[in-house]
């Protein structure tokens, strides 16, 4: 029986959704003009169109008229709206997520110790510098920023097309989550400049290409931010109690 040779416009199509899901095309994205990706991968742009309409099809890109065409949301948005009204009911969830986030951020920095290009980890040195930053500042919401956008860096670093989906997509889910976090944390007076040592860990332990000590760092961070909450949270329980009897 004969292989059937793919059309030229699923091959192209099936490239572009690779850099979709490997991260190198974000949500919010323009692709580059037709005439320059005809050029790149060396087809004609009647291929090229029939190519971005299958993506289109399959929500993954979307056509402004007169404005290019940009990667969409679609695939993170799936996942995060029913998990985020999920954890608005029960916030208990929280303890779940942060045992989640041991296991996958683990890993995700082991991988990227092993894995991480110059591109990495220039991307991780500057999310780096922008969180040593905000952590100079008082801001809770810039402080979320920045410790999400370091935690993205790693999961892309990692070259797992479903772990850096996913992280990127638990990531999202826990803005709030880490805005929260680290709120409770302010309550011990160590906690800031303990935080930033531990990514400075995670940081040091990827630049050098030691995905053990990555993976330890990584862990031992998520572990201090559950149970310093924790006592955090009891603590403030048990205030509110005192004063309502």
């Known amino acids: 029986m004969t292989a059937q040779i793919p059309r030229v416009s699923d091959t192209i199509a099936a490239a572009l959704e690779r850099r979709i899901l490997d991260g190198s095309l974000k949500p919010g994205d323009r692709l580059a ?14 291929s090229l169109r029939e190519a971005i309409q299958k993506l289109a099809s399959q929500g993954m890109v ?9 990667v969409t949301d679609s695939l993170n948005a799936s996942f995060i709206d029913p998990w985020r009204d999920l954890f608005d009911r029960h916030p208990d969830l929280r303890a779940d997520m942060l045992e989640f986030r041991h296991l996958l951020e683990g890993q995700a920095a082991a991988w990227a110790a092993e894995r991480a290009s110059a591109a990495d980890l220039a991307r991780l040195e500057e999310a780096f ?3 040593r930053e905000a952590f100079a500042g008082d801001d809770a919401e810039r402080r979320a920023a920045a410790d999400i956008a370091f935690h993205q860096a790693i999961g892309e670093a990692a070259h797992n097309a479903l772990l850096g989906r996913l992280s990127t997509t638990l990531l999202r889910l826990m803005r709030d989550d880490i805005r929260f976090n680290l709120d409770g944390l302010k309550a011990i007076p160590v906690a800031s400049s303990l ?13 050098e290409g030691k995905p053990q000590a990555a993976r330890g760092a990584a862990e031992t961070h998520i572990d201090f931010v559950r149970e310093t909450l924790a006592q955090s949270l009891h603590s403030a329980a048990r205030h509110k109690s005192k004063e309502t009897s």
């Open 33 to 46: 003009p037709e005439r320059e990706l005809a050029v790149e991968f060396g087809v004609s742009r009647p």
């Open 62 to 70: 979307r056509s402004r008229q007169g404005g290019g065409t940009f």
């Open 129 to 131: 510098a922008a969180l």
């Open 195 to 207: 935080l930033l040592s531990q990514h400075a860990a995670i940081h040091k332990a990827i630049v």
